[in-house]
């Protein structure tokens, strides 16, 4: 009797499937963010449902699981990331051999840097990154830059993120070279690929707030809030683009290096679609 | 977490069930005709069933529930009663071999054209969701 009850269970859910994943799919002829944006908020406020609040999405999946949530502030009370927020204290006020330091590239209000990034630049038609600006300030100052994805560059990236808790993404493309680069970034973003063939918007919009295995999936608006993160698989911080990395392996795609013109795009692209939500990071997750 | 899944989908399953009745029929024969085939199927379900656990195979736990398996996600329906949803086997072959055809847009991996899965191996696990 069991067995057959839930077949109609199956098509019910069938049906809601085929129904969800129809929204979201944005115009393709004008390039539009702020309209994108809008449709973009607007599923993730029928997915969701009227409880959870999108502006907790910068918390990423606890924002959605209560369970979660309450393991996650326990966690937030003694922060994983705590030595490696105090190196990067460190290397922020550490002299280069030249007598200067990064106060000299960044300015001296450490908290009013995160913010700044990422932003196009018109002259170079380039997205600007703060990791990359990092390494920017490294090398004009004739130090050796970091590696991309962990250690120094996390650590200083999650000191400047902590300083900057708090304020807003202000990210938005205005000229038609920053529409460009935003919309490579839109395509990468809802392109399936590799063996397995799924796009990120499979996972973090249509199918967020369900479970693939044991992980729930977080929601794409307010995934840029809080980089670097701390995951405990990693057992230390990462930057974003580490995450986009794994996030490609996962379905068998070749990864694009760090700081590629790819993943640049991919993360102009989502800090536009978080325009308007407060920075918190850095983060900490499973 | 799960356990509290599991019942708040029974209570909706259970609000629909009168009208499924009709189905009860279907289910009921075709089981009963396959009740002799039993133990030579058993070897076939068991290997189908490794495939489809698999996390670098089938790995279909990762969307599906399936009985006999955790940490099931639920991304796609439950896997139940593929009989009745499937009275054709070869249609339960096309849905594993490339879900596309149905849904264009799916989420759910084209396991024979992106070679996941030899077409052996998609017979297998056929098999051994044809007895869910």
């Known amino acids: 009797m069991k067995k057959l009850i839930t077949t109609a269970a199956v098509m019910a859910i069938g049906a809601a499937i085929g129904l969800s994943s129809m929204a979201v799919q944005a115009k393709e002829t004008t390039i539009d963010p702020a309209a ?226 790819e993943y640049k795009a991919l993360e102009y692209f989502q800090y536009v679609m978080s325009n308007g939500m407060e920075f918190n990071g850095p983060g900490a997750r499973k | 977490m799960r356990a509290v899944c599991r019942i708040a989908s029974l209570s909706k399953i259970s609000t629909v069930a009168a009208s499924v009745l009709t189905l009860a029929g279907i289910v009921g024969l075709s089981s009963a005709a396959l009740a002799g085939d039993d133990k030579k199927a058993d070897a076939t379900h068991e290997e189908g069933k490794k495939l489809a656990f698999d996390k670098k195979k089938g790995n279909c736990l990762a969307c599906h529930l399936i009985a006999g398996g955790d940490q099931a996600g639920n991304i796609g329906p439950p896997l139940v009663a593929m009989k009745a949803r499937f009275p054709k086997k070869e249609d339960l072959h096309a849905q594993i071999y490339d879900a596309r055809v149905k849904n264009p847009n799916t989420i759910m991996i084209p396991f024979g054209p992106h070679k996941v899965l030899t077409d052996k191996e998609i017979d297998k696990v056929v098999d051994f969701i044809y007895s869910l």
């Open chain 1, 36 to 261: 994108d944006r809008e449709a973009f908020r607007n599923f993730f406020k029928k997915h969701l449902g009227d409880k959870i609040k999108l502006d907790d999405l910068k918390d990423g999946v606890y924002a959605l699981d209560e369970d979660a949530r309450s393991q996650w502030e326990e966690i937030e009370e003694f922060p994983p990331y705590e030595i490696e927020l105090d190196k990067g204290e460190e290397l922020w006020n550490k002299k280069f051999k030249n007598g200067k330091s990064f106060a000299d590239c960044f300015g001296k209000d450490v908290s009013k840097i995160r913010a700044k990034y990422p932003y196009h630049d018109e002259k170079t038609d380039t997205i600007v990154t703060l990791e990359g600006d990092i390494n920017k300030c490294l090398k004009d100052n004739g130090e050796k830059p970091f590696k991309w994805k962990k250690g120094k560059i996390a650590d200083l990236s999650a000191y400047i993120s902590y300083e900057g808790r708090g304020q807003k993404i202000t990210t938005e493309p205005k000229t038609d070279k920053a529409k460009a680069w935003y919309d490579k970034g839109k395509k990468f973003f809802y392109a399936k690929r590799g063996q397995l063939n799924m796009a990120c918007a499979d996972c973090h919009v249509y199918n967020s707030n369900r479970r693939i295995r044991g992980d729930l999936l977080s929601p794409a608006l307010g995934h840029v809030t809080h980089f670097p993160v701390f995951r405990s698989k990693w057992g230390n911080l990462g930057t974003l683009h580490r995450r986009y990395g794994g996030c490609n392996k996962q379905v068998r795609a070749k990864p694009f290096k760090a700081q590629s013109d």
